[in-house]
């Protein structure tokens, strides 16, 4: 099992930004997609970006412009530059990661973002 250790949450004001790490470790096994979802209480957990293994990126419309994904392969890091950052961006942030060849998903534990008004 592959266990993925988040860092980066914070509080920040309406406009700033925070850079959001997840390192992946635990497994000999190649990491495929990896990615940022984020859940606020009562509602349904939502993809904000994700990343192939050859750098392709998708992004959820709301996110597009200001977040920017990326990874370390050789680190079996990701990355999530928040910018421009507004109050309806506070949630909890997952990282999540597929490996191996039965493309088995980890998930992180999460790290909270807040963004004051």
């Known amino acids: 099992q592959v266990q993925l250790v988040e860092s980066g949450g914070g509080l920040v004001q309406a406009g700033g930004s925070l850079r959001l790490s997840c390192a992946a470790s635990?497994?000999?096994?190649?990491?495929?997609?990896m990615g940022w979802y984020r859940q606020t209480l009562g509602n349904e957990r939502e993809l904000v970006a994700d990343i192939t293994r050859g750098g392709s990126t998708n992004y959820a419309d709301s996110v597009r412009g200001r977040f920017t994904i990326s990874r370390d392969n050789a680190k079996n890091t990701v990355y999530l530059q928040m910018n421009s950052l507004k109050p309806e961006d506070s949630s909890v942030y997952y990282c999540?990661?597929?490996?191996?060849?039965?493309?088995?998903?980890?998930w992180g534990r999460g790290t909270q973002v807040t963004v004051s008004s």
């Open positions: 999540k990661v597929e490996y191996g060849s039965w493309r088995t998903n980890s």
């Open positions: 635990g497994t000999r096994l190649s990491i495929n997609g």
